[in-house]
């Protein structure tokens, strides 16, 4: 395995990830492989949390057996839940299926509440807020994610929000008016070309940035799976090749490259006004980075990096 080197950081910065928190229990030809924490952006927020961040997982979990594991994990994993709301109910259930590939296809049993409120935070314009998946486009929490949301553009905090879409998404539906309402916060997009496809009915990347572009976002990024990554801002554009590998599964490596490039921006963000100025030669180090952050999640039954994934990104000054 690689090691970089890497400059200390001297700017504190505080990580939100936002969304739903689910129990993975994860299948292969029927059987049952591993039992997991799971949710895209508790996925992002443990990697984040390996890699030796601050980071703060808004999210909510019912009372029982499975929220008191995950609440107990999430702590051991060194991630804050102050901001995660406990319900009486139940935690919410995710069976993943693994094909042969060892690709995942979902299936979700939830009991939550009506609704939800969550507590403003303490942003700063030195923080980072990703937003993802389902929990981005639900009605019932719209309301309490907006106002974080809001909270975020307004103090200048760093917008990320991966789509992460599982189904087609209908022209003229509720869930795409959202969604562009999500690209119209959003500083940076990571998106993969499965959500290009359900979304825009298209997997070319420069008709994809062409849209974003007009809701305001300044960088997209989009992942192939096993194939390149792509990057579009207004000033280039570039590709990166994928290393081949044999996944055991491959359950929360867009979350978890989600985490490098987080965790590369935590470095350089407050010195540029918009994510449209980040030079290329940051890109060059940042994306390779998430791709190996990736691609060592794959290799294991863990939706995030473990503590034994030693790795860091060269350093960009």
């Known amino acids: ?44 927020a443990v990697s984040l949390a390996q890699l030796g961040n601050s980071v703060s997982f808004i999210s909510e979990l019912g009372t029982d057996t499975a929220g008191t594991f995950i609440t107990g994990f999430l702590y051991n994993k060194k991630v804050d839940t102050s901001h995660i709301i406990s319900y009486a109910g139940k935690t919410s259930l995710a069976i993943a299926y693994l094909n042969e590939q060892n690709d995942a296809q979902y299936q979700f049993y939830k009991d939550v509440p009506d609704s939800v409120e969550f507590t403003p935070l303490n942003l700063t314009n030195k923080d980072i807020v990703l937003f993802s998946s389902s929990y981005a486009i639900t009605k ?53 070309d499965e959500d290009c496809a359900a979304i825009f009915n298209t997997r070319e990347s420069s008709e994809i940035f062409a849209r974003v572009q007009k809701h305001g976002v300044s960088v997209l990024i989009i992942t192939k799976n096993k194939n390149t990554v792509k990057i579009h801002t207004p000033h280039f554009s570039a590709e990166y090749s994928v290393p081949e590998i044999h996944p055991v599964s491959t359950i929360g490596a867009g979350d978890t490259f989600n985490a490098g490039i987080i965790h590369c921006l935590t470095d350089i963000h407050h010195t540029y006004l918009q994510a449209q100025e980040i030079p290329i030669e940051f890109w060059n180090t940042a994306i390779p980075f998430a791709i190996e952050c990736a691609g060592l999640v794959c290799q294991s039954y863990d939706n995030y990096l473990s503590k034994t994934d030693t790795i860091s990104p060269n350093s960009f000054t």
């Open 1 to 44: 395995m690689r090691t970089f080197v890497y400059l200390c950081r001297k700017v504190y910065v505080m990580i939100y990830t936002i969304g739903e928190t689910v129990l993975d229990i994860i299948l292969k030809e029927m059987q049952p492989q591993a039992v997991k924490a799971g949710g895209s952006a508790l996925n992002t």
């Open 140 to 192: 019932r929490n719209r309301k309490a994610l907006m106002s974080i949301l809001k909270q975020a553009q307004h103090t200048n905090a760093l917008r990320i929000y991966d789509p992460n879409i599982r189904k087609q998404i209908e022209v003229e539906s509720d869930e795409l008016h959202m969604i562009e309402e999500n690209f119209d916060i959003a500083d940076i997009v990571r998106a993969s």
